[in-house]
């Protein structure tokens, strides 16, 4: 089985610049997370979406993210503008809608430096 | 906000010993989940506990959960240099709801 793919694996913008970030879940996977890690922390999560519904934007920073499910499937997290503050480790994760919870799948991640 | 937080921050073992991880929640869960993370990589999903279980093993690995203490452990017995990573206690409020993480334990096993 494949996993979750990522990319690009690292970007480097400058600040006000805008960058996009892709995600291809894990085939079938109904539920998709988009998490921002900054270091020396724990995942926090931006978005939740369920096939290509949201379920949970509680946490995204609507003003300069956003972010996209096209057809259930693959996503795309966009930053614009950046700012210092968003230098972080983006994760995309996946995880069946299995009665009882289910572990996810992440991806490896986009490393991005704003400067 | 974080929901659940690691004890102890950082850890440092010498290959063959346990090591164990405490993680501490504040409301009701459906379930609780343990991820390790290699530097520079993603979180690799290790073990699931519901909140009405007790104790689950894999591996090398145990878990356990005291929802009266609203509190779990993850043992790591026999370690390795290659246990040498980052985990991270996640909880869930329901199935299917988004999973809330620590700021994880980082655990050094040297050879």
């Known amino acids: 089985e494949a996993g979750v793919a990522q990319s690009p694996r690292y970007k480097i913008i400058e600040k006000r610049q805008s960058v996009a970030f892709w995600c291809n879940p894990i085939s079938g996977h109904a539920t998709l997370y988009w998490y921002q890690q900054i270091l020396g922390q724990g995942p926090k999560l931006l978005i939740q979406f369920q096939n290509n519904g949201v379920v949970d934007d509680s946490q995204l920073p609507k003003d300069r993210f956003s972010a996209e499910r096209l057809k259930g499937v693959d996503s795309t997290l966009k930053i614009q503008p950046a700012k210092l503050e968003d230098s972080a480790v983006y994760l995309c994760?996946?995880?069946?809608?299995?009665?009882?919870?289910?572990?996810?799948?992440f991806g490896s991640g986009t490393r991005l430096t704003v400067v | 906000s974080q929901q659940g937080e690691e004890d102890p921050q950082a850890l440092s073992i010498q290959e063959g010993e346990n090591a164990t991880m405490n993680c501490s929640y504040k409301t009701s869960i459906n379930n609780l989940q343990w991820y390790r993370q290699n530097s520079g990589r993603g979180l690799v999903h290790l073990i699931l506990i519901r909140s009405n279980e007790r104790e689950k093993h894999s591996g090398r690995l145990r878990v356990t959960l005291d929802t009266s203490k609203k509190s779990s452990s993850l043992l790591i017995t026999a370690s390795q240099a290659a246990d040498t990573a980052s985990y991270f206690c996640?909880?869930?409020?329901?199935?299917?709801?988004?999973?809330?993480f620590g700021q994880g334990t980082e655990l050094s096993v040297k050879p």
């Open positions: 994760a996946s995880s069946p809608l299995i009665r009882g919870g289910y572990g996810y799948t």
């Open positions: 996640a909880t869930a409020y329901n199935q299917g709801g988004k999973l809330i």
